[in-house]
Structure formats: structure tokens, C-alpha cells
């Protein structure tokens, strides 16, 4: 059974930042492209940020390019998102997923996910 559980969420100022960390266990992600998501109330998941096997291969959503950096050690097996200048639209609960059969920024196309840690922005 693959189970993906995030932390680090938490509550922070604006301009502030925050490290989310999703660990794999159940079977090695290390072939496999990793994602986060993340839900605002009443919204549908948007995509944040992807990154292929290699890690040399990132892509971003244009509302967190420059501010959020995703990373992955697969030795831990685990995906990283490190949010910087965080803003109170930041606010969501954020998801992790993996093992992806179609385009990387399409809620659909995940195998996945974990069951979310709440970010919270304050302004």
C-alpha cells in the first residue's frame, strides 16, 4: 500500500516562509515525477509545482515562480516545497502527489496523493 504523508504546513506572517515535506512509503518514487497541489475553501486544486526523476526537471505555476522551490531526495524518498514570500493568497491546504500518466499540472493525471497539510498566510 502507498501512502504519502505531507508536514509543515502550519500558520505564518506574510512575507514569511515555510519548508512542506512528503515522505513515500510502500514503494521507491524514484522513477517517478512528484508533484504539489494545493485547494483554497470553495476552490478547485490548483497545480503549484512538479519535478521529474532526475530533479533537473522542474516546472512551476506562474502565481509561485521566484518565490517557491520544489526538490526531492530519493534516498528518503520524499519531495520538498520550500515557499518563500509567502502572500495571504498562499492559503490553501496542500497536497502531494506521484507517479504521473499524463500532463504533470492536471489534478487527473496523478496515481497518488497524500491527505494535505493546512498553510495558512496571515496578513
Known amino acids: 500500500q502507498v501512502t504519502l504523508v505531507e508536514s509543515g504546513g502550519g500558520l505564518v506572517q506574510a512575507g514569511g516562509s515555510l519548508k512542506l515535506s512528503c515522505a513515500a512509503s510502500?514503494?521507491?518514487?524514484?522513477?517517478?515525477?512528484l508533484a504539489w497541489f494545493r485547494q483554497a475553501p470553495g476552490k478547485e486544486h490548483e497545480f503549484v509545482a512538479t519535478?521529474?526523476?532526475?530533479?533537473?526537471?522542474?516546472g512551476y505555476a506562474d502565481s509561485v515562480k521566484g518565490r517557491f522551490t520544489i526538490s526531492r531526495d530519493n534516498a528518503k524518498n520524499t519531495v520538498y516545497l520550500q515557499m518563500n514570500s509567502l502572500k495571504s493568497e498562499d492559503t490553501a491546504v496542500y497536497y502531494c502527489?506521484?507517479?504521473?500518466?499524463?500532463?504533470?499540472?492536471?489534478?487527473?493525471?496523478?496515481?497518488?496523493w497524500g491527505q494535505g497539510t493546512q498553510v495558512t498566510v496571515s496578513s
Open positions: 510502500g514503494r521507491t518514487f524514484s522513477r517517478a515525477a
Open positions: 502527489a506521484a507517479n504521473a500518466r499524463g500532463r504533470r499540472d492536471e489534478f487527473r493525471s496523478w496515481d497518488y
Open positions: 519535478i521529474g526523476w532526475s530533479a533537473g526537471s522542474t
